[in-house]
């Protein structure tokens, strides 16, 4: 009984339809839209801008700091109460790690990228959806960035390592795992590495492999949204 | 941004304006977007130029009210992201947040727009209760009139979820063909006065300028449903009846836009 059938029919490599889009927030230093399937994220990066209260500021560089929300309308259930919780400051955090070390804040001490992250609509894989949008963002920005990095969660649904599961893969009734990954485009090295579930460490490297592929065909996209853009301008 | 106030004030006494639109004119285009969010019950996207404003409704069951037992209820929240604009910071809702929040609902609740005494499922028990969520996703000036069009929007656009008759619980996945019950259609328009002129649907760096604002709720027949002070400069009775005969004209107008994208 292996899970040879994905719930929505895609092959275990297929990711969901994406959509991306530059530009979208025009109060911003720099924005984007990402879909995929049916989450979206829109990201908006201000900065470097001053940082405050100073005793937050490095001398030394410019710091990130990603804010991860969900609208109160986003979640598949009943209405989430806005002002955070732990998920969403966890998820800010992971987010941080997994920018940071492509990002170059070093001609901006005491600075700071204030990078927002806000969700009208999702179905598994946020994390993800938002780091891709993000690292559309910081570019438009001209944020000084040494890789690109792009994001997809991988799993295994009862024994099969599958690409970018959906909220009914994830609640799928069978062992499940999902791991999100982010990862740099040139050097293929993981920048958010996160797992739940249950799964065998052969399963977990294959599933890492797989997803350099994977990430790939979302940088694809980013860099379509990007040229797209500055094409226009 | 720089805001040049005066600029703004004696652009106003010559009856014109920095983008060039005259004092009683909408930016262009306005556009609403319905069901931008398939996890809401209803969902609305109103751009207004550069003024992006999202809404989604969502329906829960709760305990009714001791002092409405035969009644639902109905909210409506305002979120100003950091993501819309850079002066918005993490935390809780500012006092401009609470403002709109509360002026939007006004409008809705004391037009009595939604019939209340439909939302009741048990009297005394439980009842459908509404919650509009206002997110803005960029702040370019005049929320209240973007938002107000996009919670009409997002109302009017709501569907029922599917209740599971044995034991009670929301099936938020499948929608049924329901609409809410709503009576009539609320929508705020505010007036700017600046330099004594009267102005419409300012950007952010002409709110920067303003005297005094008034927001005027109407409901489809000119009714008005709740009314908003603003700013710190005094309005006479005779500016305030030529603010209220032209928020009803530009209520029309909003309408008539809203109607181009409901079909």
Redesign the interface.
Known sequence: MAYTKRVDGRKIDELRSMDAKVGVIPNADGSAYFKMGNTIAYAAVYGPRELFPKFLQDPKKGVIRCHYSMMPFSGSGERIRPGGNRRSQEISMVMNNALEPVIDLSAFPNAVVDIFVDLPQTDAGTRCAAISAVAMALAHAGIPMKDMISSVAMGEVDGTVVADLNYDEESYPAIVSDIPIAMTHNTKEITLLQMDGEISKPQLMKALEMAKLATEKVYALQKKALLEKFAKE | MIVNKDTISELAAQNKRLDGRSLTEYRKPITVELN?????EG?AKVQIG?T?V?T???L?IEKTYNDTPNEGGIMV?A?L??????DYE?G?PSIKAIELARVIDRGIREAKAIDLKKLCITPGEKAWFV?V?I?T????GNLFDAAGLAALAALKSAFYPTVNKETGA?D??HKTKEKLPLIKEPLPVTIYKVNNKLLVDPTLEEEGAYDARLTVATDDNGTISALQKGGTEPLTAEEISQIIDLAQVKARFLRSELDKFLK
Do not use: C, F, Q, R
């Open positions: 931008i969010s398939w996890t809401a969902s550069n992006i999202m989604g409704v969502k829960g929240n979120e992201l950091p993501l819309s604009n850079p993490p809780p919650i969520d997110i996703i960029n702040d370019d929301i938020y996945k």
